[in-house]
């Protein structure tokens, strides 16, 4: 087992003359940067990074606290042009760019793996399967966002960057050899102008809210969700540590005329004074809308609904999926990674799906990438025109 990296745990860099040093060495480095970055996901608000993890060529491992240091365009200055590589780069690069880190192009070893059809994808496991190297991974759910960080803790930090240039080599190399490799190109590009999505209702995101069958239930945890997020953006805490989604909905069903009707309700704790007036004002203020002010049953979030009936859909669901799948074992690859599935769905809603030319414009309309379409807008027709043949 990987338990140290090889050159030791660098400082952390958290003053600004350490981080001009690191900036220096940064720029004075040569080839792809490793990059990797830690948050406290389920214990702060949001999503930003506490740790921010470097590793290039002549500089060596640096570790920065964007806590102490919140704006990082300099880095991203040193690291102009260079590739970065990062695992699972979704996860990471909306924190980094709210620090001012921003690629001009990138690696991803976890969509590269899977690509490559490895069975298990997770950091540890590629450093394993391409290395032959058992990686330490003792510290990912820990509380980043606590000063200061333990020495045992940069050490995990440190060894999530120590291998991945490595790594990368290793699998572009595969990613030639199986002819994937402009398939991967075209993946990494597409990151590049990745964001997290945006709701319009990001309430409807509660678990447990398919149990609330009323409007005005609805209404209730709209309202209850707004004043759990202004609580938690208040206090730095993530939602869930001041009120979990299972007792939010528990809350919903409770006809609480005073705030002490709230004092015990099963299965809620933490329902001290504070709490109970706020979760009840938030249930009055939802039981006083007007009707016409309740949300509606469907998601302003949600796909338009389909234009034929279900049970056309299902007719061409049942092969148009298998077709995507049938290409996907051809180029061995996760169906999904071929083709999102969501994209299939949608267009089998279509009053008319058309050829494979528009197929092609659907699914370009949708992001989907130039070898994507190639591999699947044919397929998709022709099972699409079989199903509505029958």
């Known amino acids: 087992m990987l338990s140290a990296p090889a050159d030791g745990v660098p400082d952390i860099v ?43 060529a002549g500089a060596g491992t640096i570790l920065i606290d ?22 699972a780069s979704t996860q990471d690069l909306p924190c980094l760019a709210e620090r001012g880190m921003r690629p001009d192009a990138l690696f991803d070893t976890e969509l590269a793996a899977r690509m490559l059809d490895f069975e298990r994808f997770g950091l540890a496991a590629v450093v394993g399967e391409t290395l032959g190297v058992r990686l330490a991974k003792e510290h990912s759910n820990v509380d980043w966002s606590g000063r200061p960080l333990p020495r045992d803790w940069l050490t995990y930090a440190a060894l999530d960057v120590e291998l991945l240039i490595e790594v990368s080599d290793i699998l572009q190399a595969q990613l030639q050899e ?39 239930g609805l209404a209730r945890v709209r309202s209850l969700w707004t004043a759990r997020d202004r609580v938690a953006a208040a206090q730095d805490l993530a939602p869930s540590q001041i009120l979990r989604d299972r007792h939010l909905i528990a809350l919903v069903g409770i006809d609480a005329r005073t705030p002490d009707d709230l004092r015990r309700v099963p ?45 056309r859909v299902k007719a061409r669901l049942d092969l148009m999926k298998p077709a995507v799948q049938e290409v996907a074992r051809d180029l061995q690859m996760p169906h999904e990674v071929v083709l999102t599935p969501r994209h299939v769905k949608t267009l089998a809603g279509r009053r008319t799906i058309g050829d494979e030319q528009a197929v092609a414009a659907f699914l370009a309309e949708r992001g989907a990438r130039p070898w994507q379409i190639e591999a699947t807008a044919g397929v998709l027709a022709r099972a699409a025109a079989e199903a509505d043949r029958d």
Do not use: C
């Open 66 to 87: 964007p806590e102490a240091l919140p704006d990082l365009s300099t880095v991203d200055d040193a690291l102009r042009g260079a590739e970065w590589v990062l695992h």
């Open 14 to 56: 958290d003053t600004p003359d350490a981080l001009a040093a690191a900036v220096r060495d940064l720029a004075a480095g040569t080839g792809a940067v490793a990059v990797d970055a830690e948050r406290a996901s389920g214990i702060r608000y949001g999503g930003r990074a506490f740790l921010i993890q470097l590793r290039r």
């Open 178 to 216: 199986t002819g994937k490799a402009e398939f991967a190109q075209q993946e990494f590009d597409h990151l590049l102008d990745f964001t997290p999505n945006v709701y319009a209702e990001p309430w409807r995101r509660v678990q447990g809210l398919g149990s609330v069958k009323s409007r005005r």
């Open 267 to 311: 299965g809620v704790p933490g329902m001290d004074r504070s709490a109970r007036l706020r979760w009840h004002k938030a249930l009055s203020d939802a039981d006083a809308l007007p009707e016409a002010e309740l949300p509606d049953h469907r998601s302003a979030d949600a796909e338009a609904p389909a234009e034929v009936d279900r049970n």
